[in-house]
Nanobody, 120 residues
Framework: QVQLVESGGGLVQAGGSLRLSCAAS????????MAWYRQAPGKQRELVAS???????NYADSVKGRFTISRDNAKNTVLLQMNSLKPEDTAVYYC??????????????WGQGTQVTVSS
């Protein structure tokens, strides 16, 4: 089992910055990919950014150039630095850890979510 605890959300004006942090505990050695997802009211949860154990990252087109995901394996922490925030970034942000058992078989773990609100 993996437990995830997010922190760092809040209210910020458009153009501002926030940094989200996710601390993982438990069977962290089993984690292959860590990611941030977000879900806005009335919308589906979407991938924001992900980072693999080897450091390879992936970003949603809507956040490229503004958000940066990083991972501290020693501290079992993943960060999401969010700059130049826009009102459309408003959502609940969820930390995700994924463990692969095979190419198409995996188990997801989720944090409780943290609210990010960007005012115009």
């Amino acid at each position: 089992q993996v437990q995830l605890v997010e922190s760092g959300g809040g209210l910020v004006q458009a153009g501002g910055s926030l940094r989200l942090s996710c601390a993982a505990s438990g069977s962290t050695f089993s984690i292959d990919v860590m990611a941030w997802y977000r879900q806005a009211p009335g919308k589906q949860r979407e991938l924001v950014a992900s980072i693999v154990n080897n450091g390879r990252t992936n970003y949603a087109d809507s956040v490229k150039g503004r958000f940066t995901i990083s991972r501290d394996n020693a501290k079992n922490t993943v960060l999401l630095q969010m700059n130049s925030l826009k009102p459309e970034d408003t959502a609940v942000y969820y930390c995700n850890a994924r463990r692969y058992f095979g190419t198409y078989s995996y188990q997801d773990y989720w944090g409780q979510g943290t609210q990010v609100t960007v005012s115009s």
